[in-house]
């Protein structure tokens, strides 16, 4: 094993055991929304109704998610 990544992993390894490490919340989902709503939005301008309306659920379940991860993220 190389040095460097044996240190790297020693330093790792208390944080992973020893101090637990909080839950952090990121924003993928919502900008994942927000790629799918433009996608859309964009297909509905051109005149493609299916894909428009295919984006749209997606969008609307990546929200969903990402509302309830949030709530779980502020609850923990």
Same mark, same amino acid.
């Given at each position: 094993?190389?040095?460097?990544?044996?240190?790297?992993?020693?330093?790792?390894?208390?944080?992973?055991?020893?101090?637990?490490?909080? +839950?952090?919340?990121?924003?993928?989902?919502?900008?994942?929304?927000?790629?799918?709503?433009?996608?859309?939005?964009?297909?509905?301008?051109?005149?493609?109704?299916?894909?428009?309306?295919?984006?749209?659920?997606?969008?609307?379940?990546?929200?969903?998610?990402? +509302?309830? +991860?949030?709530?779980?993220?502020?609850?923990?």
């Amino acid at each position: 094993m190389d040095a460097t990544i044996a240190t790297a992993v020693d330093h790792q390894l208390p944080s992973l055991f020893g101090n637990p490490v909080p +839950l952090q919340f990121s924003g993928d989902f919502l900008q994942w929304a927000v790629v799918f709503f433009v996608i859309a939005i964009v297909a509905a301008v051109v005149g493609a109704r299916g894909v428009a309306g295919v984006s749209m659920a997606v969008a609307k379940w990546f929200v969903i998610i990402f +509302l309830v +991860l949030a709530v779980i993220s502020i609850v923990l």
